[in-house]
């Protein structure tokens, strides 16, 4: 078993806080409203535009023994930058406010799981951080593509809504895989960080999902 696969394995029970989110199910049953949706998305901007400047920062810490991970850090940096606007684009094309959402602050829980990944990059082990991204594109690759075509399908919204949850759906998939060969080549030490800090993002971001409502939505025109 590689160690991928014994990380999902060994998360198990934490990926079940995530997904046992109201919205994550109202989402995949077709029950979404509108105000879901652009609620959803407005924190995802907020953690995602964190994406490029943690990579910068992860490159810059990484000790000795984990140099070689520099040039794939680097290619993930060309990959992820400026997906933040897509999604003020799809909540434009949702009905969103784009411009309130990008001058708006984050809820609690998506500051909180930023803020970690910083001091877990500042602080810790930078081998950590790919806990998160293992949460992160996990997620996407589970749900994304799914959860976009049964959103556009209850509120009928164009294609245009959904450039962010389709693309990384699919780039994510190809991520993984990436992911998986990366984590193989770590020492045992630094892998069982990974783990660690894979259970601690799979709460904060599950506490995102488990904190977002109607009443969150991003505002509307």
Not at 70 to 91: K, P, S, T
Not at 93 to 104: F, L, P
Not at 165 to 175: F, K
Request: hydrophobic letters at 45%; aromatic letters at 10%.
């Amino acid at each position: 078993m590689s160690f991928y696969e014994q990380l999902a394995t060994a998360t198990q029970t934490d990926r079940a806080y995530l997904l046992s989110a109201p919205l994550v199910a109202d989402c995949l049953q077709g029950r979404a409203q509108l105000p879901d949706y652009l609620a959803f998305l407005s924190q995802a901007y907020h953690h995602v535009r964190h994406t490029t400047p943690l990579l910068m920062s992860l490159g810059g810490r990484l000790p000795e023994r984990l140099a070689w991970l520099r040039r794939a850090v680097a290619e993930y940096i060309e990959e992820e930058i400026g997906h933040e606007e897509w999604i003020l684009d799809d909540i434009t094309a949702a009905g969103g406010d784009a411009a309130a959402v990008r001058a708006s602050r984050p809820d609690l829980p998506a500051e909180v799981m930023v803020a970690y990944a910083y001091d877990l990059i500042a602080r810790g082990n930078p081998a950590g951080f790919f806990g998160m991204v293992f949460v992160l594109e996990g997620t996407s690759v589970a749900l994304a593509l799914m959860a976009a075509d049964k959103i556009q399908h209850a509120l009928s919204l164009p294609n245009a809504a959904f450039s962010y949850l389709r693309s990384h759906g699919t780039l994510d998939q190809q991520h993984t895989q990436h992911l998986a060969g990366l984590l193989e080549q770590m020492d045992a030490a630094d892998q069982q960080e990974v783990l660690r800090c894979a259970k601690v993002f799979f709460k904060l971001y599950g506490d995102v999902f488990h904190g977002l409502s109607a009443h969150q939505a991003a505002p509307c025109n």
